[in-house]
């Protein structure tokens, strides 16, 4: 009975018996040599204290222990230490994993506020650039510069909602969607951005492949994939976007798993 009712100190502890743990304490197994004169001087002082340090175990292991001393008086006038410890090392990772949290909440809510900042500013120059290009005195060379700078506010607002979607601030808003038109658009906003030496060709599928997503992410994906194939071919080639409407079987989709 001894032995199974000093199972959990055993297994904290990292001792083999019952008899290794007697006559000590926690305290002295404390990794910062510094903490048993705080534990032992805040009793002292107060009467009693309660504390969290990291403990090493018997196989050099830490964990996070929380311990409770409180004093009182022996008979013969002396002081008496009684207390109490508990491993807190699961409550200790749970805390910092808070921690983290709440630092991924506040980094969101700086891209948040980033984001809108930057759309109020994006909003004017894309009305005007919209209003120059519709007017009709507008030389050629000129609504081609126009239509460049177009193409990269389309892009831009597209990362906007993408950092407020992030930031948790925008919800997400799937709907059907043809994959075909999806594609088509993210090649006209492409074409003009793309380098002499880049063939772009845009493959669609015979009839449409509707998908429920958020239109937004899905052309940002597409942007985004079509960017990073231009700049894998510094000397130029052929960039193709294709769109099949295909089904895969449980082995396909084991064997696509990381790919």
């Given at each position: 009975?001894?032995?199974?009712?000093?199972?959990?100190?055993?297994?904290?502890?990292?001792?083999?018996?019952?008899?290794?743990?007697?006559?000590?304490?926690?305290?002295?197994?404390?990794?910062?040599?510094?903490?048993?004169?705080?534990?032992?001087?805040?009793?002292?002082?107060?009467?009693?204290?309660?504390?969290?340090?990291?403990?090493?175990?018997?196989?050099?292991?830490t964990f996070d222990v929380?311990?409770?001393?409180?004093?009182?008086?022996?008979?013969?006038?002396?002081?008496?230490?009684?207390?109490?410890?508990?491993?807190?090392?699961?409550?200790?990772?749970?805390?910092?994993?808070?921690?983290?949290?709440?630092?991924?909440?506040?980094?969101?809510?700086?891209?948040?506020?980033?984001?809108?900042?930057?759309?109020?500013?994006?909003v004017p120059i894309q009305?005007?650039?919209?209003?120059?290009?519709?007017?009709p005195r507008l030389p050629?060379?000129?609504?081609?510069?126009?239509?460049?700078?177009?193409?990269?506010?389309?892009?831009?607002?597209?990362?906007?909602?993408?950092?407020?979607?992030?930031?948790?601030?925008?919800?997400?808003?799937?709907?059907?969607?043809?994959?075909?038109?999806?594609?088509?658009?993210?090649?006209?906003?492409?074409?003009?951005?793309?380098?002499?030496?880049?063939?772009?060709?845009?493959?669609?599928?015979?009839?449409?492949?509707?998908?429920?997503?958020?239109?937004?992410?899905?052309?940002?994906?597409?942007?985004?994939?079509?960017?990073?194939?231009?700049?894998?071919?510094?000397?130029?080639?052929?960039?193709?976007?294709?769109?099949?409407?295909?089904?895969?079987?449980?082995?396909?989709?084991?064997?696509?798993?990381?790919?």
């Amino acid at each position: 009975r001894r032995r199974r009712e000093g199972a959990p100190s055993l297994r904290r502890w990292g001792s083999g018996s019952l008899d290794e743990l007697v006559g000590t304490s926690p305290v002295a197994h404390c990794v910062d040599p510094e903490t048993p004169a705080r534990l032992i001087g805040a009793a002292l002082r107060d009467g009693h204290t309660t504390q969290e340090f990291q403990a090493r175990r018997k196989d050099g292991s830490t964990f996070d222990v929380l311990m409770a001393i409180q004093t009182s008086t022996a008979d013969d006038g002396s002081t008496v230490f009684v207390g109490t410890s508990l491993d807190v090392s699961e409550l200790s990772h749970l805390r910092n994993e808070l921690h983290q949290l709440q630092k991924v909440e506040a980094l969101g809510g700086l891209a948040a506020g980033v984001a809108h900042d930057f759309n109020n500013l994006l909003v004017p120059i894309q009305g005007y650039v919209d209003l120059a290009i519709e007017d009709p005195r507008l030389p050629e060379d000129l609504r081609a510069h126009l239509e460049q700078i177009q193409i990269a506010g389309a892009r831009a607002a597209d990362l906007t909602a993408q950092l407020l979607a992030i930031s948790r601030k925008q919800i997400l808003a799937p709907r059907p969607t043809d994959l075909n038109e999806a594609a088509r658009e993210a090649g006209r906003l492409l074409q003009r951005v793309l380098r002499a030496n880049i063939r772009l060709t845009i493959d669609t599928a015979a009839e449409p492949c509707r998908v429920v997503v958020d239109p937004s992410q899905l052309q940002q994906v597409l942007l985004n994939l079509m960017s990073n194939a231009q700049d894998a071919m510094p000397n130029g080639g052929d960039l193709r976007l294709g769109v099949r409407d295909c089904e895969l079987s449980a082995a396909d989709c084991r064997a696509r798993v990381g790919g």
